[in-house]
């Protein structure tokens, strides 16, 4: 009886394996549904697009996209975490995704573990801003500059636990300095009172930055990411004067827990071709964000290297985010 038991469980297993592959091979047999935690508009909506575009050609079979720009991204990675781990509800993830985990004690899901990580799409850092009257002309003098000034000292983002507001927390702790920050309801309002004198600096993203830059209404000193990036090639990175320094901005794709393997390397694929094409390389490039692609599991460490690292400097920064 035990051996007709083993081959019976046998027969099951090897039947849900065939099960998996075959739905991998007829997905999507209907519209899929890519949820953006963002209104149109934007670069969040912007790349979803790109991406259900790419899907929709390449599967001719329909890339919906679903924007849900509220509560920074919370509904929408709620809504993917609580549907069906079939493939057909995907989530253009970033790193407000992350941060949110950090800053957020009663937030509803894991950022990582809740959600099946596919792959990377960009990143892009962001731009150490001063007004066109600063004293500091580059990096190690603005450096020099937060230690000696002293007039008090303030950083404006784009609101409350915003890339920029965390990048400016991170700059006065490797800096060593006292500054305070001035939250405002996005990058607009911020940049408008930068160009004004009302604050010292800011961190910004690089597409909104570069236009006030190119008039000479603002200075840029340095860009976050941990290298120079290569569309602009003349500003240092913060790291080459405060070495460790990084602040990247992200986006990938992600899904929820539990998505069979076949239909995640099946979207995998897809998408490693599509942010190599020179087409995405040239768009995301015009956006001043450099284009990635990795396998699954290398995204999920890069999101949990990510996550600790802002959980880290909200403990160390002593900052209240909520």
Do not use: C
Not at 158 to 165: E, F, Q
Not at 267 to 272: G, S
Request: proline share 7%.
């Amino acid at each position: 009886m035990g051996q007709i038991m083993l081959k019976l469980l046998g027969f099951v297993i090897l039947g849900l394996v065939f099960s998996v592959a075959q739905s991998a091979d007829n997905y999507p047999s209907h519209p899929v549904r890519i949820i953006t935690p963002a209104v149109p508009g934007g670069t969040t909506d912007y790349l979803a697009r790109l991406v259900a575009t790419r899907l929709t050609e390449s599967w001719k079979q329909q890339a919906i996209v679903d924007n849900r720009g509220s509560a920074s991204g919370v509904n929408g990675a709620e809504i993917t975490k609580n549907s069906a781990p079939d493939g057909y509800t995907l989530f253009i993830a970033y790193h407000q995704h992350t941060i949110n985990a950090a800053i957020l004690p009663k937030l509803p899901y894991h950022p990582v573990n809740d959600f099946t990580p596919i792959s990377q799409l960009t990143a892009a850092g962001t731009l150490l801003l001063v007004n066109h009257n600063h004293p500091a002309k580059n990096l190690k003098e603005f450096v020099d500059w937060s230690h000696s000034t002293k007039d008090p000292i303030n950083f404006g983002s784009a609101g409350i636990g915003s890339g920029g507001h965390l990048a400016g927390e991170l700059y006065k702790l490797m800096a060593g300095i006292q500054g305070q920050h001035i939250p405002y309801k996005g990058t607009g309002p911020a940049i408008v009172d930068l160009i004004a004198g009302q604050y010292q600096f800011s961190f910004a993203g690089l597409t909104p930055a570069m236009i006030q830059v190119r008039s000479g209404k603002l200075r840029a000193i340095a860009v976050t990411a941990g290298k120079r990036v290569s569309s602009l090639p003349d500003i240092p990175a913060m790291a080459e004067v405060l070495p460790g320094f990084e602040v990247v901005g992200w986006y990938g794709l992600i899904g929820p827990a539990g998505l069979p393997k076949p239909i995640v390397q099946k979207i995998n694929a897809e998408l490693v071709a599509f942010t190599k094409s020179e087409d995405f390389i040239k768009k995301v490039h015009a956006d001043g964000a450099e284009a990635v692609s990795n396998d699954p599991e290398t995204f999920r460490r890069y999101m949990l290297a990510d996550l600790k690292k802002w959980s880290d400097l909200v403990k160390k920064s002593g900052t209240k985010f909520n």
